[in-house]
């Protein structure tokens, strides 16, 4: 079986598993809900700007990330199906099979929050740009999840796995979260795309850096 086929497999196989226990499914449903609603009464009749919107919607996202992508390896490790993947994966096969499905979770976890946020804001949330904002979610979509892979690695052979996810995230992901907030406040206030350019080149160098940096770090992890 080649590389690829492996991969595709390997990500069949934790969607299904997802889709028979809908553990991060169901706690990303619950989380975003509760989030979306707090904000909501928080607000009240206040009128925030394309900034404080832009920065509670990428909270969410993170927060709510947080709560389902920490489990990517932690699952392997609690059915003690981790040995076996050792076995008959190679490390590269499991960092990509891992990696494609942390960002279709991402994604859709994204999709989720704009879905709520358009209906719940729709007087505030109103996207001017949609060029910038689709670009800007999948871009750092994708930066999530490569970042949120190579750190659930380390935390699944860690004791103290529930605080210290959050804990290593933080940190790594600030720089991402601080470029999608400024790029998403652009969208909503209507700017040009090439103006979001700058943006959209520190989301790519992100994502190529923490991408190659993971990859070659993940065999010593996922072996230890």
């Given at each position: 079986?080649?590389?690829?086929?492996?991969?595709?497999?390997?990500?069949?196989?934790?969607?299904?598993?997802?889709?028979?226990?809908?553990?991060?499914?169901?706690?990303?449903?619950?989380?975003?809900?509760?989030?979306?609603?707090?904000?909501?009464?928080?607000?009240?009749?206040?009128?925030?700007?394309?900034?404080?919107?832009?920065?509670?919607?990428?909270?969410?996202?993170?927060?709510?990330?947080?709560?389902?992508?920490?489990?990517?390896?932690?699952?392997?490790?609690?059915?003690?199906?981790?040995?076996?993947?050792?076995?008959?994966?190679?490390?590269?096969?499991?960092?990509?099979?891992?990696?494609?499905?942390?960002?279709?979770?991402?994604?859709?976890?994204?999709?989720?929050?704009?879905?709520?946020?358009?209906?719940?804001?729709?007087?505030?949330?109103?996207?001017?740009?949609?060029?910038?904002?689709?670009?800007?979610?999948?871009?750092?979509?994708?930066?999530?999840?490569s970042a949120?892979?190579?750190?659930?690695?380390?935390?699944?052979?860690?004791?103290?796995?529930?605080?210290?996810?959050?804990?290593?995230?933080?940190?790594?992901?600030?720089v991402l979260?601080?470029?999608?907030?400024?790029?998403?406040?652009?969208?909503?206030?209507?700017?040009?795309?090439?103006?979001?350019?700058?943006?959209?080149?520190?989301?790519?160098?992100?994502?190529?850096?923490?991408?190659?940096?993971?990859?070659?770090?993940?065999?010593?992890?996922w072996k230890?």
């Open positions: 079986m080649s590389a690829v086929s492996s991969t595709v497999a390997l990500f069949s196989k934790d969607v299904r598993s997802e889709l028979r226990t809908r553990y991060a499914l169901n706690a990303l449903l619950m989380f975003v809900v509760t989030a979306v609603a707090t904000i909501l009464f928080a607000l009240r009749a206040d009128q925030p700007s394309p900034t404080v919107l832009s920065g509670m919607y990428w909270v969410v996202v993170f927060f709510t990330a947080m709560s389902s992508l920490s489990r990517i390896f932690v699952s392997e490790e609690e059915r003690g199906t981790t040995l076996t993947l050792q076995l008959v994966a190679s490390p590269s096969t499991v960092y990509f099979g891992k990696l494609l499905f942390n960002t279709a979770l991402t994604v859709s976890l994204t999709l989720a929050v704009t879905v709520l946020y358009t209906l719940v804001f729709s007087e505030f949330f109103i996207i001017q740009t949609p060029s910038i904002f689709f670009v800007t979610v999948f871009l750092g979509s994708l930066g999530f999840a949120a892979t190579i750190i659930a690695a380390i935390v699944a052979k860690a004791n103290t796995r529930g605080t210290l996810y959050p804990v290593l995230s933080f940190p790594i992901l600030i979260l601080m470029t999608v907030m400024n790029a998403t406040a652009r969208a909503l206030e209507g700017e040009n795309f090439s103006e979001a350019m700058g943006d959209f080149q520190i989301l790519v160098g992100y994502i190529l850096v923490m991408t190659g940096g993971s990859f070659l770090l993940f065999d010593y992890v230890d």
